[in-house]
T-cell receptor, first 112, second 116 residues
Framework: GESVGLHLPTLSVQEGDNSIINCAYS??????FIWYKQESGKGPQFIID?????DKRQGQRVTVLLNKTVKHLSLQIAATQPGDSAVYFC???????????FGQGTILTVHP | EPEVTQTPSHQVTQMGQEVILRCVPI?????FYWYRQILGQKVEFLVS????????KSEIFDDQFSVERPDGSNFTLKIRSTKLEDSAMYFC??????????????FGEGSRLTVL
């Protein structure tokens, strides 16, 4: 069936490094993608989104890249900080929308 | 900053009991959702709600589940007869827009349900 999944379940980086978290999706009809951050004991928090008519979108210290050819999505975090330690989920939103399909999540650990 | 609030933060119940989880969405939002997350697993969609009716529901959302907006501020999820496998964190979310204009969903902190 359709799914959104992640390549790496864990990622450990040093403070100040750049982090890249990857996600693959299988639904070619997907046209809206979102990255969420989930800290321990909290709900998912929106980071950045991208629509399928774009290849790249930048936010504050974060960049999302979308490669529709290979159905791949990535989140880049620049100058990673200990406060970035969390589980990161990609999610797909497709018609009729409002129903997010989440990936399994990547645990990012940032070491001081 | 406006936020989605959920109560209770944790509820422990016996199998077969009814549970009601409550949510107060952000005041100007029109679309409401329930998601759940079993410990260590991904977040799963349960149901979306707009204009006082269910817009979409997943296979998980069977006849044991119901949602209601009893007044202008609350949005509730009821589980009629809880099962052990209902143990999970339940997240409420809301958004300003829906359909093709659905943007950011704002999630609450979650209600942890433990069924014994």
């Amino acid at each position: 069936g359709e799914s959104v999944g992640l390549h790496l379940p864990t990622l450990s980086v040093q403070e100040g490094d750049n982090s890249i978290i990857n996600c693959a999706y299988s639904n070619s009809a997907s046209d809206y993608f979102i990255w969420y951050k989930q800290e321990s004991g909290k709900g998912p928090q929106f980071i950045i989104d991208i629509r399928s008519n774009m290849d790249k979108r930048q936010g504050q210290r974060v960049t999302v890249l979308l490669n529709k050819t290979v159905k791949h999505l990535s989140l880049q975090i620049a100058a990673t900080q200990p406060g970035d330690s969390a589980v990161y989920f990609c999610a797909e939103n497709s018609p009729p929308y409002g129903k997010l399909t989440f990936g399994q999540g990547t645990i990012l650990t940032v070491h001081p | 900053e406006p936020e989605v609030t959920q109560t209770p933060s944790h509820q422990v119940t016996q199998m077969g009991q009814e549970v009601i989880l409550r949510c107060v969405p952000i005041s100007n939002h029109l679309y409401f959702y329930w998601y759940r997350q079993i410990l260590g697993q991904k977040v799963e969609f349960l149901v979306s709600f707009y204009n006082n009716e269910i817009s979409e529901k997943s296979e998980i959302f069977d006849d044991q589940f119901s949602v209601e907006r009893p007044d202008g501020s609350n949005f509730t999820l009821k589980i009629r007869s809880t099962k052990l496998e209902d143990s999970a964190m339940y997240f409420c979310a809301s958004s300003v827009a829906g359909g093709t204009n659905t943007g950011e969903l704002f999630f609450g902190e979650g209600s942890r349900l433990t069924v014994l």
